[in-house]
């Protein structure tokens, strides 16, 4: 599973819009180029609301997918 530490901690303290739970690192799953990757990030524990930065969508996956083709 891929941690991305710098999001977890951006994300700290925040609540999820929907509930006001507070937001908890918790395993997702992204879909990139027909693969699937699973991925640590900011989740709600109690609806599963993930939150997926921008540059996690556009920047990080693509790094993941070097390193996936490197090996
Ligand atoms: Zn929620």
């Not at 599963?48 to 930065?53: D, E, K």
């Amino acid at each position: 599973m891929q941690r991305f530490p710098e999001i977890i901690a951006r994300y700290e303290g925040w609540t999820c819009q929907q509930c006001g739970k507070p937001l908890m690192p918790g395993k997702a799953q992204l879909t990139y180029m027909g693969s699937v990757f699973d991925v640590e990030l900011p989740k709600c524990a109690k609806c599963g609301m993930v939150i997926v930065p921008e540059e996690l969508a556009l920047g990080k996956m693509l790094e993941v997918e070097q390193v996936l083709e490197d090996k």
